[in-house]
């Protein structure tokens, strides 16, 4: 990891509250992968970006990265049974 760029760090970790916040409520047996290949994509990418000296570039990763997230997190959480425990 080189990221290096100021501000970089502090834009993922806002993103993984965000993303985590969303994580949190679906039942843990339902929720999908999204720190697996698309994870170490997103590494790979701002790091890149940050050898690269750019910053909009790596910030686009973060936000694609997001994006994501969010999706494959909303649609677990509308495929989810609503007041059932996780028994997982």
Do not use: F, T
Not at 51 to 78: K, N, V, Y
Request: proline share 5%; charged share 30%.
């Amino acid at each position: 990891m080189r990221r290096s760029l100021p501000g970089i760090n502090a834009e993922l970790a806002a993103a993984v509250r965000r993303v985590n916040v969303l994580d949190a409520s679906i039942p843990e047996s339902r929720r999908p992968d999204i720190c697996g290949e698309r994870w170490h994509r997103l590494e790979a990418e701002i790091d890149n970006a940050c050898g690269a000296g750019d910053r909009d570039a790596a910030l686009l990763a973060i936000r694609q990265w997001e994006q994501h997230a969010a999706r494959a997190l909303s649609r677990a959480l509308l495929h989810a049974p609503l007041g059932v425990a996780d028994r997982g």
